[in-house]
Each structure stands twice: as C-alpha cells, then as structure tokens.
C-alpha cells in the first residue's frame, strides 16, 4: 500500500510540473489571428474595403483546411457524431470577430471604424407573428332611432319653452305690481277648492293717482277640474254689508278701501273667496280693444244713438277728445267696435233693462276680447297696450305660473256667463234716497256654489 502511494503522488507531482511550450502557444494564437489586411481601410483613398466572407462550410465528412476542431498539431478534426452546419456560429466566427487592439487604435486615430462581421443569421430571433384576431361586431340596441327622435323633440320643445318663458316675463315685468293691502277675515267660512281659483277684475275710471270709481265688477273664475272659465258679472247697486262702513252699494266698498275692501266684502256677504284682484281703467280697456283688431258687436238703433251721444259728450271728449266721423255710428246692425266704441258700448246704462243689459254688453265685450286674443300674433300687442296700465296684487310667480295654462284657457276651455244677483232673486227698493237692489244671498251663494265649484 505504501508504494501505490508513493507512485501517485510521484505522478501528480509529474502533471503539476508540467508546462506548455511557449513555440507551441505562439503557433496556437497566430492561428486563431484573423487576417490583417480585412481589418483596415485604406487611409485617404475614401473606398470602403470588402467584406471577407467566412468560408463556407462543407457537407459532413469533406472538411476543409481551417475548419473543424483544432488539434494540438494545429490541424482540425472533426468531431464525430456532430453535423458540421450545427457549429455555425461557433469556431472561426468567433475568431472572426477579434480585433487586434492596436489596429483598433490605429483605425480610431485616422477615423476609420472597425468592421466587425455581423452575427449568422440563424441566431437571430424570429418574430412570432400572430393571426390578426377577427373584429367583434358590434350589436346594435334595439330602439336607438326612436331614443334619438325623441331626443330630438325634447331639445326643441326645452328650447320653445324657455323662449316663451323669456317673452313672458317680459310682459309681466310690465304690470304694476302692488302689495296686497289690509285684509279684514270673514266671519264665516268660504267656498274655496283646489282647482278653482278666482280673480276679481275691476274696471275703473281713475286717472294717474286718482283710484276713481269701480264701474264694473266681474269675477273670472277657472275650473280647472271642469275645463270651465266663468264670467260672473256683480251689480253694482247691490245693497251689501261693507266691513266697517255699515251698508251700501257694491261699488262703495271700492270707493272707501280700494280691491282689498272690496275684496273683503264680496266674500262677507256672497261667501266666495277671491284670490286675486287686476284693475284696469278705461283708456287701457279701449286700448285692449284696438290691440285685438276690434271686436265684432251686433248693435241695436237704440244702442248706436245712445253711444253716439256718449262718443260727444264731455266725458267722451276728456277721454279721447272730439270723435270723428268714422267714429260715429249711422244706425243699428253688426260692427267691428274700436277701442272707444266698444267702452261706450259697455258703459250703455239707460237703454233696455238698465244695469241688467248693461252687465251683459261688459260679458259680451270681454268674451270676444279672450277669443281674439287666442291669436298668437295679437299676444305681444294686447300685452305692449293694456299690460302698463293694469294693477295687481299677484306675485310674478303666479302670473308664470298662470301664463302656462294661459294656451289651455283660451284653447281648450269653454266660457261661460253668469250674474249676481240671478234673474227671480232680488228687488228694486229706495234706502237713503238710493235706488238699489235688495238681493236674496243664500239663493245666490247656492247658485255660486253649483256653477264654479259644481262638477258639470
């Protein structure tokens, strides 16, 4: 056992002692050396010196000179059992692409760069190109056209309306607006519904400050579960009680607390609430008139000869000073009225049944007012005339609010007419030296009752 160890240490010690011999590696590196002359450029000449191509390879077994492996003899072998094309890549390429460094710096000195061969190309990656992956198509919603013509219709009619709300605020930015003054309660509870709503309108004769004189009284009141606008004329000799002054005539509420006291006393004695008053005089009521083209009236010879005198008188002439021949009427038969002849026609009190008839000619007057201003091209110019002149306790609000059924009320409702005190229902007497009418109120609060707030 002690010589076997003894010889393999003897022949380790050999194989460390070994050594390369330096003619052996000289010849080894010259070998692998690329050639000089395919590294450089020529220095001022300006060509570009050609490519050396690496030799091919040849088929398995015809190796050539320079290629296989390397043996220590300097010659190659080739390796077998390895096809000689998968070694490309490796080898002389690999040698092919050393540079020597001092042409290296030599050729960065004078500019000129170093060619390096490019990699085989079989070692270059290959891009997977996928399939371009079929386009989904896309399903149309059902019903895409109907949503957009109803779209469509939406933003015109979100467009009409806010000019129409434009035009009317601009109208009624040009009502006198005033406060609603003291109010009295009543003693009693009142005929009131949601859908009713009432609006005194009151025809003066005042002039600038002067409140003048109530010389016409008629309630506009809307259904509007029925559908139904009334005009319901109140006689004015009506012997009533007024809150605070005893009793009188209708029209003496007006003359002692303005639409609030009468107001007040409609509801005391009649039992209707009333919640809103317009006063107008008579230059804006015959401006109303003229603004809607006139109204179409049938009058009697008796009535044309008494407006006649009316037109001439000096109330006539302060109003609207001396007529004219076109003016004056030439007898009985159907007229287109003008804004003066039609409020003297209203004002007609001593032809036919006195205050009876006469209410009826303010009812009929009125009615063919609503009807012809149901003209949208007659709107703006009703408004322009009679809007500056009128007075109201109603808010801005309401009146917007009033003005969006406004199309409704003159399209869609029927009107009707109506008056207090009913035919069979009052008296003529003489109290204090006036001739005025005693009225049976619970037959005409009956009647109220049925006809505005009824459901025929």
């Not at 010889?7 to 380790?12: C, G, R």
């Not at 009506?238 to 009468?262: D, F, R, T």
């Not at 006195?354 to 000619?361: G, I, L, M, N, P």
């Amino acid at each position: 056992m002690s010589d076997n160890k003894r010889d393999k240490d003897s022949y380790a010690k050999d194989t460390l002692e070994f050594s390369v011999p330096s003619e052996y590696i000289q010849n080894k590196r010259s070998q692998r050396r690329p050639p000089q002359q395919g590294m450089q450029r020529p220095g001022n000449n300006g060509q570009r010196p050609e490519r050396q191509n690496p030799q091919r390879r040849q088929p398995s077994g015809q190796a050539s000179q320079g290629q296989g492996v390397h043996s220590r003899t300097g010659q190659r072998q080739q390796i077998p059992g390895r096809n000689p094309n998968q070694m490309r890549g490796q080898g002389n390429n690999t040698a092919s692409r050393t540079v020597n460094p001092q042409n290296r710096n030599n050729n960065m000195q004078s500019g000129v760069r170093p060619v390096q061969n490019r990699p085989p190309q079989n070692n270059r990656p290959v891009n997977n190109v996928s399939a371009p992956k079929p386009k989904k198509k896309k399903i149309r919603k059902k019903g895409g056209c109907l949503t957009k013509i109803i779209i469509s219709l939406l933003s015109v009619f979100i467009v009409l309306f806010g000019i129409y709300s434009i035009i009317v605020m601009g109208f009624i930015s040009k009502i006198n607006i005033v406060e609603t003054g003291e109010r009295v309660s009543s003693s009693h509870s009142l005929l009131s519904s949601s859908s009713v709503k009432n609006i005194l309108l009151i025809g003066t004769d005042s002039r600038g400050e002067d409140r003048g004189r109530s010389d016409s009284m008629i309630l506009l009141s809307i259904n509007s579960k029925t559908d139904k606008i009334t005009m319901c004329s109140l006689m004015r000799d009506m012997y009533v009680q007024i809150p605070g002054y005893g009793s009188n005539k209708l029209n003496a509420a007006y003359s002692y607390g303005g639409p609030e006291l009468l107001m007040d006393t409609i509801e005391e004695n009649l039992y209707i609430k009333i919640d809103d008053y317009v006063t107008v005089n008579f230059v804006s009521f015959a401006n109303i008139v003229d603004a809607v083209g006139g109204v179409e009236i049938k009058v009697s010879d008796n009535e044309a000869d008494a407006m006649n005198v009316l037109l001439q008188s000096p109330e006539g002439v302060s109003f609207f000073g001396e007529p004219s021949e076109a003016d004056l009427l030439d007898g009985g038969g159907t007229y287109n009225l003008s804004g003066k002849q039609a409020l003297f026609y209203s004002r007609l009190r001593y032809v036919g049944n006195a205050d009876f008839e006469r209410t009826q000619r303010q009812r009929k007057v009125l009615e063919a007012i609503i009807k012809k201003a149901a003209n949208p091209v007659r709107i703006g110019a009703v408004a322009k005339e009679a809007l500056p002149s009128m007075n109201t306790n109603m808010s801005k609000l309401n009146m917007y609010l009033l003005s969006l059924r406004g199309p409704g009320f003159l399209l869609g409702y029927d009107v009707e007419q109506m008056r207090i005190p009913a035919d069979d229902t009052y008296w003529g007497s003489d109290i204090d030296g006036m001739s005025v009418l005693e009225v049976d109120f619970e037959e005409n609060i009956d009647l109220i009752e049925d006809k505005l707030y009824g459901n025929k």
